[in-house]
């Protein structure tokens, strides 16, 4: 069924609409063409409604920062940017199209599972693009599966950067990334995020590939970010026994607590990984099961569809991005992962903070919003803290 949207028909700069992608809270994605280059691409477009209110210049101040924080990164394994303006007061970013299917969806696939390539490809696109982030001065801060584009050929492409953080601009407002993946620092802070809070979260990707599951859920948002500050995270073993103990200390340390005990880098990161998958026989993983409170950011259907608009569901969402081959970087010495640490947590005086916050929410349950210092610990109505694109 063709869904009716104003835009289609619309020329939008060089690219005239040509079908809906997906929705999500803050913009669309369409479908677009350069007839002048012969190409189509992913033009994402903040919604109009959001520009009719008080804060309209806080949207299209963080709508051009994405831009910008897309533009100055060029690498294989981040999403491109072809052009960014406005048309009728309506702002837009045109973005390389990816032809595949965002990781989130991959996962929930019945008939997909993830082998130990597969799985490391995966882990060596993405960390490459972190490290190239973040040598830019750019913090995603808000890697998860629906954020990760994989290709017919595992290759990883990292897009929608509508919550980074530019280091020498400092925290972008209150602005959240997804309670699943969250690292505990983020969740005091989001101007705390650290290179290390999206080692984190991609540790968290990786947990989740391993085990089927992701280490912490719980319907609300608040619940679950309280839990990456202090509970350590259920054994991959528990869920997936083919799983070994070198790989599981890997993830273990991607997680980890504190972010100067995780990995330094993703290079760091995926040299480890490879390393432990070498000694361990061929795994698949098991069927991961779909959650409803993931977190969303901007929603289309998969590549597979036939050009109608799918259900949107959350957490699918799809941005555009281009690349032939993978990253080659400059190699670096495996790193032994570190044994998981018993009991490992936030240190006591962060303890008694979130002590302190816990009983803050007895005290505040019934008010339904609750925000600490910028970071994610928001009571929402069934659904987690999300980003704004």
């Not at 032809?99 to 969806?105: A, H, K, N, P, W």
């Not at 490290?131 to 584009?149: C, E, L, T």
């Amino acid at each position: 069924m063709t869904v009716f949207d104003p835009l289609i028909g619309k020329q939008l700069g060089d690219y005239q609409i040509v079908e809906i992608l997906g929705r999500g809270g803050m913009a669309r994605v369409y479908k677009g063409y350069d007839a002048r280059l012969d190409r189509y691409a992913a033009v994402k477009v903040i919604d109009a409604s959001l520009l009719a209110t008080e804060n309209e210049d806080e949207y299209r101040q963080r709508f051009q920062r994405e831009a910008r924080a897309i533009a100055k990164l060029s690498h294989p394994n981040i999403v491109g940017i072809y052009q960014f303006g406005d048309y009728e007061n309506l702002y837009y970013m045109a973005m390389v199209f990816i032809e595949g299917r965002d990781l989130g969806q991959l996962l929930k696939d019945r008939n997909t599972t993830l082998n130990n390539e597969q799985i490391l490809r995966i882990v060596r696109g993405v960390g490459s693009a972190l490290d190239y982030a973040h040598a830019n001065g750019v913090i995603h801060r808000d890697v998860k599966p629906s954020n990760i584009m994989v290709t017919a050929d595992y290759r990883a492409i990292l897009t929608d950067f509508g919550l980074a953080l530019s280091v020498p601009e400092g925290s972008i407002g209150n602005t959240f990334g997804s309670a699943h993946y969250i690292a505990p620092e983020q969740a005091i802070s989001s101007a705390d995020a650290v290179p290390q809070s999206d080692l984190y979260a991609l540790g968290v990707v990786l947990y989740q590939m391993l085990a089927g599951k992701v280490p912490f859920d719980d319907p609300s948002a608040m619940a679950v970010a309280l839990k990456h500050l202090n509970e350590n995270p259920p054994p991959l073993s528990r869920f997936n026994p083919k799983i070994s103990s070198r790989v599981e200390a890997v993830v273990l340390r991607a997680i980890e607590k504190q972010p100067e005990n995780r990995f330094s880098n993703g290079a760091a990161f995926t040299n480890a990984l490879e390393a432990a998958f070498s000694e361990q026989p061929p795994l698949t993983a098991p069927e991961i099961p779909r959650f409803e409170n993931e977190g969303t950011t901007i929603a289309v259907t998969d590549s597979n569809s036939s050009g109608s608009a799918a259900p949107v569901y959350k957490g699918e969402e799809h941005d555009a991005s281009r690349s032939n081959g993978m990253p080659q970087g400059q190699p670096e010495p495996v790193i032994q992962p570190a044994p998981p640490k018993a009991g490992a947590s936030l240190t006591r005086a962060g303890c008694l903070r979130w002590g302190l916050v816990a009983l803050a929410l007895l005290v505040l349950g019934g008010i339904g919003i609750l925000a600490v210092n910028g970071g994610i610990l928001s009571q929402m109505a069934g659904q987690t803290a999300r980003s704004r694109f």
